[in-house]
C-alpha cells in the first residue's frame, strides 16, 4: 500500500512536471510566433524602404537625357546617383545582417527553451 501510494504521488509529480513543461513549451512557442511575426513586419518595412531607395535611383537615371548631356548637371547628378546606390548597398548590407542576427536569436532561445524541456 505504502508503495503504491509512493507510485501514485510520483506519477501526480511527473504529470504535474509535464504540464508545466507544457505551458512553458506553449509560451515559447507564442513568443516565437510572435517573434516571426515581428521579424516579418521588420523585414517588409526594411523592403519597403530599399523599394523606395531604387526607385529613386531609377528616377535619377531615367531623369531628363539633357541633364545627363549637359556637363554642367552630369556630374551633380551622377553624385546623387553614386550616393543613393552606395545608401542602397548599405541597406542591404544592414538588412541582411539584421536578419541574420533575428535568425541566431531566436535559434539560441529555441535551443535553451528545449534545452529546459
Not at 552630369?74 to 546617383?81: I, K, M, P, S
Amino acid at each position: 500500500e505504502q508503495k503504491l501510494a509512493a507510485v501514485t504521488a510520483n506519477l501526480r509529480s511527473t504529470t504535474e512536471e509535464l504540464i508545466e513543461t507544457r505551458a512553458k513549451l506553449e509560451a515559447v512557442q507564442m513568443k516565437l510566433r510572435d517573434a516571426t511575426a515581428l521579424h516579418r513586419a521588420e523585414a517588409d518595412i526594411k523592403e519597403t524602404q530599399v523599394n523606395v531607395l531604387q526607385e529613386r535611383v531609377i528616377q535619377l537615371s531615367e531623369g531628363p537625357g539633357v541633364v545627363f548631356a549637359d556637363p554642367r548637371f552630369g556630374a551633380e547628378v551622377g553624385e546623387e546617383v553614386r550616393d543613393a546606390m552606395q545608401q542602397l548597398k548599405v541597406k542591404i548590407r544592414s538588412q541582411a545582417a539584421d536578419h541574420s542576427h533575428a535568425l541566431q536569436k531566436l535559434l539560441k532561445e529555441v535551443a535553451y527553451h528545449r534545452a529546459q524541456a
